[in-house]
């Protein structure tokens, strides 16, 4: 079965430190895509990142890194210098790649991020 | 270029009653999903749709239904509501069939039910 596994509930840095947001998924597949998504205060989900699962590289966008490992099947995020307006609720995803069937999206618990000043 | 709009923002209802929410996905997008969130449960996938035809449903009773139209846009309903229905109700749009297209969500419809 698929599942995502997100341990830390809550954390909470000052402004200009670096954070990183553990994301540990498992499945069966060898076919996949993993996800980033931000939810803040307002409720809407914000896409920050995909991957595919034969696409180990890491990603750099601004302060924003992703660090995939198969071999762990990790899929980590670290914010670099992190801002207040960094605060929000973060969601690790994962889709299996079936046949015809989209849209299903298996999300991690969140780890809530508080940036403090 | 207008976001996925959901309808309504929020909703009061009495448990028993039944509700039907909506959603309008961006334009030109014809896949639509929706996901429940909950404190105790967190995210979690309840259907979708591509042009009207539901190809994928998660692990929900009967009582959660929905449907999509032919402009794409899409309703869930809700029948004899319980106290744990209560919940922020996402709806998810994207271009394409599968994951490859980048989803896009709405800023949802917080259910109470009491």
């Known amino acids: 079965a698929q599942k995502v596994t997100q341990a830390q509930t809550e954390i909470s840095v000052v402004e200009k430190e670096d954070v990183t947001l553990d994301c540990v998924y498992e499945?069966?597949?060898?076919?996949?895509?993993l996800f980033w998504y931000k939810q803040p205060p307002s409720g809407e989900l914000v896409f920050l990142i995909r991957?595919?699962?034969?696409?180990?590289q890491n990603e750099i966008s601004g302060r924003y890194s992703w660090n995939f490992q198969k071999s762990t099947s990790s899929f980590n995020f670290t914010i670099t210098a992190s801002q207040v307006v960094d605060s929000a609720v973060y969601f690790c995803?994962?889709?299996?790649?079936?046949?015809?069937?989209?849209?299903?999206?298996?999300f991690g618990q969140g780890t809530e991020l508080s940036v403090k000043p | 270029k207008a976001g996925v709009t959901q309808t309504p923002r929020y909703l009061i209802k009495t448990r028993g009653q039944q509700v039907t929410l909506s959603c309008s996905p961006i334009?030109?997008?014809?896949?639509v999903s929706w996901y429940q969130q909950t404190p105790g449960q967190g995210l979690q996938f309840l259907f979708e749709?591509?042009?009207?035809?539901?190809?994928n449903k998660g692990n929900f009773p009967g009582r959660f239904s929905g449907r999509q139209f032919s402009n794409s846009r899409s309703e869930m309903n809700v029948s004899t509501l319980e106290l744990g229905d209560s919940a922020l109700y996402l709806c998810?749009?994207?271009?394409?069939?599968?994951?490859?297209?980048?989803?896009?969500f709405g800023p949802g419809t917080r259910l109470t039910v009491t």
């Open positions: 998810a749009s994207s271009r394409g069939r599968d994951l490859l297209y980048e989803q896009y």
């Open positions: 499945t069966r597949d060898t076919t996949y895509y």
């Open positions: 991957r595919n699962s034969f696409d180990e």
């Open positions: 995803a994962l889709s299996e790649v079936p046949g015809n069937q989209g849209g299903k999206l298996i």
């Open positions: 334009s030109g997008h014809r896949s």
């Open positions: 749709y591509f042009s009207e035809t539901q190809r």
